[in-house]
């Protein structure tokens, strides 16, 4: 679809990583759903956020989330107005298209918790008055796996409101070279001209429901999770939740081809960013090393059940 392997095409132009990590990016946004990134600084995460932003005509603001951010500094808050007796709503930096919630990791439960009626619902509750957030709304937020001094580990509840969970990875020789040439990346990202508005974007979104699933492929996805339910070394399969959200990201995933189902393929490209956030394995481990088997997992999986002909 043009549109969409124009909005690809035009944040590519900043974001030399993985070109899958932006095809990921754009799923996520297509499916109404919001993005996790685990991985170490420095890796363009804040650049993705911007380059999305502005390549779809939105609003973006970056958070950094630490240790005394109270939820009134993400929702707002009402202010006393004495010359009327009145209080007046001023609106916090979540009224925002795009928001990059940067170590969501390191803020408390409390603020943390602020942010799943906004994720779920499209709105904040703030004393007693409901108030509908900017459409399209996405997060990204990110994590350090290193580092633990100082975090709140997210909660399961809080995990799966995020639709994906990605890492970036290092850039290749090729593409580091690319990013130390001297450009400002970060830059060029503010600059970039949009290719869609919100209003395309809700039109995209809309289309993502009539992507047809064959009753195959609903079999090989419900295979799936059946699986994880069964697999040694995990303790919490996935749920049906997690089956339906599988199925809406291969929806999106085969939108960006263009084509109008969904083929095994797009299930099996999307898995692992959809379920390894959606299961509790065994292990004691953490950080990179608890990522890296969760992956380890699924791909078990995805190996162990057949494709539907």
């Given at each position: 679809?043009?549109?969409?392997?124009?909005?690809?095409?035009?944040?590519?132009?900043?974001?030399?990583?993985?070109?899958?990590?932006?095809?990921?990016?754009?799923?996520?946004?297509?499916?109404?759903?919001?993005?996790?990134?685990?991985?170490?600084?420095?890796?363009?995460?804040?650049?993705?956020?911007?380059?999305?932003?502005?390549?779809?005509?939105?609003?973006?603001?970056?958070?950094?989330?630490?240790?005394?951010?109270?939820?009134?500094?993400?929702?707002?808050?009402?202010?006393?107005?004495?010359?009327?007796?009145?209080?007046?709503?001023?609106?916090?930096?979540?009224?925002?298209?795009?928001?990059?919630?940067?170590?969501?990791?390191?803020?408390?439960?409390?603020?943390?918790?602020?942010?799943?009626?906004?994720?779920?619902?499209?709105?904040?509750?703030?004393?007693?008055?409901?108030?509908?957030?900017?459409?399209?709304?996405?997060?990204?937020?990110?994590?350090?796996?290193?580092?633990?001094?100082?975090?709140?580990?997210?909660?399961?509840?809080?995990?799966?409101?995020?639709?994906?969970?990605?890492?970036?990875?290092?850039?290749?020789?090729?593409?580091?070279?690319?990013?130390?040439?001297?450009?400002?990346?970060?830059?060029?990202?503010?600059?970039?001209?949009?290719?869609?508005?919100?209003?395309?974007?809700?039109?995209?979104?809309?289309?993502?429901?009539?992507?047809?699933?064959?009753?195959?492929?609903?079999?090989?996805?419900?295979?799936?999770?059946?699986?994880?339910?069964?697999?040694?070394?995990?303790?919490?399969?996935?749920?049906?939740?997690?089956?339906?959200?599988?199925?809406?990201?291969?929806?999106?995933?085969?939108?960006?081809?263009?084509?109008?189902?969904?083929?095994?393929?797009?299930?099996?490209r999307v898995a692992a960013p959809v379920l390894t956030h959606r299961i509790v394995i065994e292990s004691q481990s953490f950080g990179l090393l608890r990522i890296h088997e969760s992956d380890t997992i699924i791909q078990g999986v995805l190996e162990r059940v057949p494709i539907p002909l």
């Amino acid at each position: 679809m043009k549109k969409i392997d124009a909005l690809i095409a035009n944040i590519r132009k900043v974001f030399v990583g993985d070109p899958e990590v932006v095809r990921l990016v754009v799923t996520a946004l297509l499916a109404r759903g919001h993005l996790l990134i685990e991985d170490v600084p420095g890796i363009g995460k804040t650049l993705l956020g911007v380059a999305l932003a502005r390549s779809i005509e939105s609003s973006f603001r970056r958070i950094q989330f630490t240790n005394d951010l109270l939820p009134s500094d993400l929702l707002g808050m009402s202010i006393f107005n004495p010359r009327e007796s009145t209080f007046s709503f001023k609106p916090g930096p979540i009224f925002s298209h795009i928001i990059l919630a940067d170590e969501i990791n390191r803020t408390t439960p409390k603020t943390q918790s602020a942010l799943l009626e906004a994720m779920n619902d499209l709105q904040v509750t703030v004393d007693g008055g409901t108030y509908p957030l900017p459409d399209p709304f996405m997060i990204i937020a990110t994590q350090n796996p290193i580092e633990y001094h100082g975090t709140f580990p997210l909660p399961e509840a809080q995990l799966d409101r995020f639709l994906l969970r990605v890492k970036i990875g290092y850039p290749s020789a090729e593409n580091e070279k690319e990013i130390i040439r001297g450009r400002d990346l970060y830059h060029l990202a503010a600059r970039l001209e949009p290719v869609l508005n919100p209003a395309e974007v809700r039109a995209l979104q809309d289309q993502v429901d009539g992507i047809r699933v064959d009753e195959s492929l609903l079999g090989y996805i419900v295979s799936l999770a059946s699986e994880t339910r069964k697999t040694k070394g995990i303790k919490l399969g996935v749920s049906p939740r997690g089956s339906l959200l599988l199925r809406r990201a291969a929806q999106a995933h085969a939108l960006t081809y263009g084509r109008d189902h969904i083929l095994p393929d797009d299930v099996k490209r999307v898995a692992a960013p959809v379920l390894t956030h959606r299961i509790v394995i065994e292990s004691q481990s953490f950080g990179l090393l608890r990522i890296h088997e969760s992956d380890t997992i699924i791909q078990g999986v995805l190996e162990r059940v057949p494709i539907p002909l």
